[in-house]
C-alpha cells in the first residue's frame, strides 16, 4: 500500500517554516552562490513568448517520443542551484517552429506496508516551461531558471506541436541552503532551509553535524526536494553547523572524491548569546469531531490521560453494548511478533431513542494511526463505530539533576509502525540513541545520565524511523530533523528540554 504522508507544520517554528517554505522570503542568503528565489517557471528568449507551466503524465520515455537524431541542447552550466539562470541553444531545428520547453520533474512519497516501512519513492513526469521559437537558421538560444524542485540529474527537451521531442540535454541541480540568522540566544532555534534535495537514492538525504557531533538525518521527499529544519542554539559562543550528503547511516566526509562529487557539504559558522532557555514543545493538532456509523468521538485525538465524549444514536433502545477500541501489541524484533487486540473503555446502556453520552478516559495504549472504536451488543455484534487518534505526549522529565546522576524522561502515545513506534534522542545537540514504546503500549521511559558538567544542558526527542525494507539512505534510528513537514509516519511532536545540572 502506497502512502504519500503530507502534514501541517508544528507549534515550534510553524510561522517561520510555513513561510520559508513558501518563499524562502525574509531569510539572509549564506550560500551566495546557491541562494534561492522564487520560481517563476518561466524561459525567455528572443523572439518567444511564454506559457504558464503545466504538466502532463509521463510515457514510456522520459519526455516523450523523439526524433530519430534529436539535436543537443547545450547549457552554460550543467551543475546550477535552483533559481538560478542558465543560458541553453540549440541547433538543427525547423526554422521559425516554435517549440515547448520540457523539463523532468518528479513527485515523491513515502512508502509503507502496514505496519512496515517500505521506503521512497520518486515518480517523474513532465513540466512544461514555457515556449520558445526558433530563428531562420533553425537556432534557439535562451535562458533557463530552474524551478523549484528536487535535485539531480533533470532531463530537458524541445518539442513540437505533436510532442516530438527534437532537441534534448540535461543539467544536474545542486543543493543550496538559506538560514535564518546567524546570531540566537541559547536555547532558540537557527532554521536552516536546504533546496534542491535529490530524488536519488545517494543523493536524497543529508545529516547534521553541530560542532561534529552528528544530529541526525533531512529529507524533502514529500516536500518537493525542500528541507525546513531547526537546530537548538546549544552553548553560548561560537559554533558550527554542517549539512553533509549520506547515504548509510553517517555523514560522507570526502564526497568530492566520490562517484557524486557535485553534491556539497555545507559548513555555517553560528553565534550563540546569553539567553533564557525553555523547554518548547510541540502542541498536537487543534482539536476536531470524529464522526462514524451512530458514534461520535468529541475530540477525536488526544493524548493518553486525556478524555473525551463518546455519543452515540440511532442505536437499538435500552441495549447493554460494551465499548471497546481496537489496539495493536506486540513487537518488531522477536518471533512472537505483534497482533491485533481490543482494549474495553466501558460499558454503556442506551436510551429509549437509542442514544448514549459518555466520557472516556483514554487509557496507556499505543499511538499512531487512529484507533477503531466500537459499540458491541450482548450477541457480539457491532452496532456503531467511529476512529479515536492518540499522539504522543511527554508525562514527566526533571529540572533539575545532580551531575552523574541518570535521570527518567517518560513519554506515552508512541505509535505501532517501524516509523512512528520510536523516539531519537539529542544531549546537547548530539544524538545518544533512540527509544522504543511498541512493546510496552506507546510507553518509553528514557533512562539518561546528566553529564557536561554543571550548567544549562539542553535534551531534545525527535521522531524517527526504528527499521525498514529501504537499505539506501539509510534513515534509521537518528532524528528525522525535517519531520514537521515530511515524515512517512502519523504526524508526531518533538520535544526540546532544558534541563540544569547541579555539581
Known amino acids: 500500500m502506497k502512502r504519500t504522508r503530507r502534514f501541517g507544520s508544528w507549534a515550534i517554528g510553524s510561522a517561520i517554516i510555513a513561510t520559508v517554505l513558501a518563499a524562502g522570503g525574509g531569510m539572509a542568503s549564506a550560500d551566495t552562490t546557491g541562494s534561492s528565489t522564487a520560481d517563476t517557471n518561466a524561459i525567455s528568449s528572443s523572439g518567444a513568448g511564454s506559457e504558464a507551466g503545466g504538466q502532463s503524465p509521463m510515457g514510456s520515455d522520459v519526455l516523450g517520443q523523439t526524433v530519430a537524431t534529436p539535436s543537443v541542447i547545450d547549457v552554460s552550466n550543467t551543475y546550477p542551484t535552483i533559481g538560478e539562470r542558465v543560458t541553453y541553444s540549440a541547433s538543427g531545428l525547423v526554422p521559425?517552429?516554435?517549440y515547448r520547453l520540457l523539463w523532468e520533474a518528479f513527485q515523491g512519497t513515502w512508502d509503507v506496508?502496514?505496519?512496515?516501512?517500505?521506503?521512497?519513492?520518486?515518480?517523474?513526469?513532465?513540466?512544461?516551461?514555457?515556449t520558445v521559437t526558433a530563428d531562420a537558421n533553425g537556432q534557439v538560444h535562451g535562458v533557463l531558471r530552474i524551478p523549484t524542485g528536487y535535485g539531480d540529474i533533470h532531463q530537458i527537451g524541445l518539442a513540437d506541436a505533436s510532442g516530438i521531442v527534437a532537441a534534448q540535454g540535461s543539467v544536474t541541480v545542486k543543493p543550496s541552503f538559506t538560514i535564518s540568522r546567524t546570531r540566537e540566544s541559547e536555547g532558540g532555534f537557527f532554521t536552516i532551509r536546504v533546496q534542491g534535495i535529490g530524488y536519488g537514492a545517494y543523493s536524497s538525504a543529508y545529516e547534521v553535524l553541530y560542532d561534529n557531533h552528528l544530529m541526525g538525518n533531512i529529507a524533502a521527499v514529500t516536500t518537493n526536494g525542500t528541507a525546513v529544519f531547526q537546530v537548538r542554539a546549544e552553548g553560548i559562543g561560537s559554533h558550527?553547523?554542517?549539512?553533509?550528503?549520506?547515504?548509510?547511516?553517517?555523514?560522507?566526509?570526502?564526497?568530492?572524491?566520490?562517484?557524486?562529487?557535485?553534491?556539497p557539504t555545507f559548513s555555517i559558522p553560528v553565534t550563540v548569546t546569553k539567553g533564557h532557555p525553555v523547554d518548547v514543545k510541540d502542541s498536537i493538532p487543534a482539536p476536531s469531531i470524529s464522526t462514524g456509523n451512530h458514534l461520535i468521538a468529541s475530540p477525536g485525538h488526544g493524548i493518553v490521560g486525556s478524555t473525551f465524549t463518546l455519543t452515540g444514536q440511532g442505536l437499538p433502545a435500552n441495549e447493554s453494548l460494551t465499548l471497546e477500541w481496537s489496539n495493536t501489541v506486540g513487537n518488531h524484533v522477536t518471533a512472537a511478533g505483534y497482533h491485533s487486540a481490543q482494549t474495553v473503555l466501558g460499558h454503556v446502556t442506551t436510551s429509549s431513542t437509542g442514544t448514549f453520552t459518555v466520557k472516556i478516559p483514554v487509557p496507556v495504549n499505543v499511538g499512531g494511526p487512529p484507533h477503531t472504536v466500537e459499540a458491541v451488543d450482548a450477541a457480539g455484534t457491532i452496532v456503531g463505530t467511529t476512529t479515536y487518534q492518540i499522539y504522543p505526549s511527554l508525562v514527566s522529565a526533571p529540572k533539575v539533576v545532580k551531575a552523574g546522576q541518570v535521570f527518567t524522561i517518560h513519554l506515552q502515545g508512541g505509535g505501532p509502525d517501524t516509523y512512528d513506534n520510536c523516539y531519537s534522542?539529542?544531549?546537547?545537540?548530539?544524538?545518544?540513541?533512540?527509544?522504543?514504546?511498541?512493546?510496552?503500549n506507546g510507553d518509553m521511559q528514557i533512562h539518561i545520565r546528566a553529564t557536561g558538567g554543571p550548567g544549562i544542558h539542553y535534551i531534545d526527542l525527535y521522531p524517527t524511523i526504528q527499521q525498514g525494507n529501504q537499505k539506501v539512505p539509510n534513515l534509521y534510528v537518528l532524528p528525522l530533523l525535517t519531520y514537521k513537514l515530511d515524515h512517512p509516519g502519523e504526524a508526531q511532536p518533538a520535544f526540546h528540554l532544558v534541563i540544569d545540572v547541579k555539581s
Do not use: H, M, R
Open 113 to 130: 506496508d502496514g505496519n512496515t516501512f517500505v521506503g521512497e519513492s520518486f515518480t517523474p513526469f513532465v513540466k512544461v516551461l514555457g
Open 240 to 263: 558550527w553547523i554542517e549539512i553533509a550528503p549520506c547515504s548509510i547511516g553517517s555523514p560522507y566526509l570526502n564526497e568530492q572524491q566520490s562517484p557524486y562529487s557535485w553534491k
Open 96 to 98: 521559425k517552429q516554435t
Open 425 to 440: 534522542v539529542l544531549y546537547d545537540n548530539s544524538s545518544i540513541g533512540y527509544a522504543c514504546g511498541f512493546n510496552t
